[in-house]
């Protein structure tokens, strides 16, 4: 085996590799809270020695919680043992699955004290237009924080390699701290394809090509994915998929420069027009369902867990997330898409750290001490075996699983994308960028390109006028951000 890694550790990586190794171990239990150096000192009254942070001073937190396929059994427990902790402080929580409309909703009305005092979940309108405005607090200074349990180790000396260099950030500065971390490609019903004998590890498109034509002679629909939340194709074919196309082209130095800086071309690269050729074959072929633009993410996962869809582009949280509809004896595998026809040339793949806290920065000072307080809390190695187990993430700890019992508290999806990076030379890979673009012809760009998905899929909207459209686009806003400096 040879894999390559961006954005994840090689380490947590190879030992998760090892899992099949590891017995039916009972769980040990996590290590006590060790205290870090006292942080952020007070002078009133009696202060916690863990963080210097005044022990009479009742603060009760609003917070904005996204609820999504992690659900919040991970949540409540982290804010149960934060609690018995720090007992003057309190939650009070609002859980949605559309936690940004409420959220936006708060942010129009410009109300301080109405407003979360700590939150997650996608902002409307992006990131970057509130932090020029101002409105959130920066946590760059937790990355520098002691763990609780890190035996006097920061948070970047305990995070996945390449997690600290390669986490989101606006104007170089961290505004929610990652605190879990999960793999995107092709999730796909394991006892349908033991039953036909379909080639679970395609190496080449072609051979993928192939699979997806068996698979639609059986009367199955190859691949699906949420046509409202078009975005989700991304999981099986975004931009880690441009980076692979770029370095079976012997381009991939430039390619990766540019797409960081956000240098042009970019929706109109070579390598994007490929991938959304790709996308376009497959759909005049009929490899996605005829009504994809109607299903959600649920229905487009069920449609693998009834076996009417074969594979389904999302995520590693899909285990979690449709745990209640899934049969006892389903098991979920993992595949990524391979770009080229060279069975040796690298699979990208997609890994991501995320799922923290945006803190409200016209909050009292103490308010966001405490959030800040949590959100590092929430690296805390028994909080991490709970998002790991309950939540079905993989953690953000490159720590994790030198405890095997811990380890193996990992589900199966996310061990199937291991037991995948086993047989294949894979790079796992962000797609972050170093520039961030306010201009609202940026956001504009992109609908043009998500608005375009679901026609490309089922094969009746050529590629390349909706990318040019986008690339028009995309080029205002990188000239309107240059007049700005």
Known sequence: MKVKMKSISTALALSLVALSAVGCAKAQEPAKDAAPAPQNGTSQGAAYTENGLPKDQKVTLKVGFFESGMGRE??????????????????????????????????????????????????PGGVEALVAAGKLEPQEDLWDRKAYDGGGKTLKDIALDGEYASAPRVMGKTYALPVAGTAGGLMYNKALFE???????PKTWDEFMKLCEAIKAKGVIPVTFPGVYPTYIENAFGAWKLFELAEANGNLKKFEDDFRSFKLPNHTSPESVERWNKIYEMGKKGYF???????????????????????????????????ESTPPDFKWGFMSVPMTNKADDTI??????????????????????????????????????????????????KDFSDDAARAAKIQDAPKAMYEYMKKNKVMLESGFRNVSLTDPAYQQSLKVINEAISQIAIGKQEPLPKLQEAEELLKKAIDAQAQKK
């Open 74 to 123: 991970w949540f409540d427990f982290a804010m149960n043992t934060f609690k018995e902790k720090f007992p003057n402080v309190s939650f009070e929580v609002v859980y949605s699955p559309k936690i940004d409309t409420i959220t936006g909703t708060k942010i129009a009305a410009n109300n301080d004290s109405d407003m979360f005092d700590l939150f997650s979940g996608n902002i």
């Open 195 to 201: 039953q036909n004998g379909w080639n679970q590890n």
């Open 289 to 323: 369902p005829e009504g994809v633009s109607a299903l959600n993410h649920t229905q487009s996962q069920m449609q693998v867990i009834q076996g009417k869809a074969a594979m389904v582009s999302t995520g590693t949280w899909v285990q979690n997330e449709m745990k």
């Open 348 to 397: 990208w793949i997609r890994l991501s750290a995320g799922n923290g806290n945006y803190i409200w920065a016209a909050k009292p000072e103490l308010n966001k001490k405490w959030a800040k307080e949590f959100n590092v809390w929430l690296w805390n190695l028994s909080v991490q075996s709970v998002i790991a187990e309950k939540g079905g993430m993989l953690p953000a700890r």
